[in-house]
């Protein structure tokens, strides 16, 4: 009698760990998918761009620099890679009228992701590149240096 009534006991204990086993993975995979939201700022395009920013320096490690460059031709994204047989320089270009459609349809995200170190940036048609969270640790930071500087591809 008393043999039975352990056995269900323990098969009562191992089902609830089983369940709180579940519940908890249930819990990170939810974790692992949440998406940071970004809200979209509505740009008001009558307003002048605050400041003349040149470039912007997105990511940097040992062997990589990324840097977004205002230039006559639009916005520019540069790759500086450090590694042997690598492709330098110029890898995109956004022209001015580009720029123009992007900022009035806001198709800006910045995803700060799981990385501790890096994060996605994505801008246009141009997406999934990474950014440095040591130079912006906030994702919204970032998105506003973005808007300022497609902004003043065409001050």
């Not at 062997?63 to 330098?88: M, W």
């Amino acid at each position: 009698m008393w043999q039975c009534f352990i056995d269900i006991v323990d098969l009562f204990l191992k089902v609830a760990q089983t369940g709180i086993a579940g519940f908890g993975a249930w819990l990170a995979w939810r974790a692992f998918l949440k998406e940071d939201a970004q809200e979209s700022d509505d740009i008001d395009l009558s307003q002048p761009a605050i400041g003349n920013i040149s470039y912007l320096k997105i990511f940097e490690t040992s062997n990589q620099t990324t840097i977004l460059k205002n230039t006559a031709s639009g916005l520019e994204c540069h790759l500086n890679d450090r590694r042997p047989g690598k492709r330098q320089g110029n890898r995109w270009t956004l022209s001015p009228a580009t720029v123009d459609e992007i900022l009035k349809s806001g198709d800006i995200y910045v995803n700060s992701g799981m990385n501790f170190r890096s994060g996605l940036l994505s801008i246009g048609s141009h997406t999934n590149w990474l950014y440095f969270k040591n130079l912006f640790p906030e994702p919204s930071l970032l998105h506003h240096r973005i808007v300022e500087l497609l902004r003043s591809v065409n001050a």
